[in-house]
């Protein structure tokens, strides 16, 4: 059996599928009859406040926001070509879903990469644009946390390693 891995408040951490934020505080609540305690994670976009279960933090891929070189590594892959993806929109949307769904910002950054590329060539559906826009807002809340940035830094950032020029935002 793993041991869990235990935050402080402070710490800056990864929620997949939310995003980045940092534990406020540490807090037992009672939820549906049972004690429980929670961490209390600010979400700096949006300024979101999200609940926990400590006991639930290793299924749900709670994980520490990424060092200096994870960041370099996430450039290396906002900037390296597109992967081949499926022509069919459903299997192509589910494959960038299991991406996201990971927690792996690298991963993440692919989707973003990928799904970039796909809309300036080709544009994307309604469902795939939604995707784009939130494996975008997931990339940037750890990118502005793990840089200790502004979320406006990081956009630039984006635009800039993706080929983005400001006429088309």
């Given at each position: 059996?793993?041991?869990?891995?235990?935050?402080?408040?402070?710490?800056?951490?990864?929620?997949?599928?939310?995003?980045?934020?940092?534990i406020?505080?540490?807090?037992?609540?009672?939820?549906?009859?049972?004690?429980?305690?929670?961490?209390?994670?600010?979400?700096?976009?949006?300024?979101?406040?999200v609940?926990?279960?400590?006991?639930?933090?290793?299924?749900?891929?709670?994980?520490?926001?990424?060092?200096?070189?994870?960041?370099?590594?996430?450039?290396?892959?906002?900037?390296?070509?597109?992967?081949?993806?499926?022509?069919?929109?459903?299997?192509?949307?589910?494959?960038?879903?299991?991406?996201?769904?990971?927690?792996?910002?690298?991963?993440?950054?692919?989707?973003?990469?990928?799904?970039?590329?796909?809309?300036?060539?080709?544009?994307?559906?309604?469902?795939?644009?939604?995707?784009?826009?939130?494996?975008?807002?997931?990339?940037?809340?750890?990118?502005?946390?793990?840089?200790?940035?502004?979320?406006?830094?990081?956009?630039?950032?984006?635009?800039?390693?993706?080929?983005?020029?400001?006429?088309?935002?």
């Amino acid at each position: 059996m793993s041991s869990q891995k235990v935050f402080s408040v402070g710490d800056k951490v990864v929620y997949p599928m939310h995003g980045a934020g940092i534990i406020e505080a540490i807090e037992q609540k009672e939820v549906l009859d049972r004690v429980e305690k929670y961490y209390i994670m600010r979400m700096p976009i949006g300024d979101l406040r999200v609940m926990i279960p400590m006991s639930s933090c290793d299924e749900l891929g709670l994980r520490e926001v990424i060092d200096e070189e994870g960041v370099r590594q996430v450039f290396e892959v906002l900037k390296a070509e597109t992967t081949s993806m499926s022509q069919n929109w459903n299997r192509r949307y589910r494959a960038n879903m299991e991406k996201i769904k990971t927690g792996d910002i690298f991963e993440v950054a692919e989707v973003v990469r990928n799904l970039s590329a796909r809309d300036r060539e080709k544009g994307l559906s309604t469902g795939e644009r939604k995707m784009l826009e939130n494996a975008r807002q997931i990339l940037i809340s750890e990118l502005v946390l793990a840089q200790d940035t502004t979320e406006e830094h990081v956009e630039q950032q984006l635009r800039e390693l993706l080929g983005e020029n400001d006429s088309e935002t």
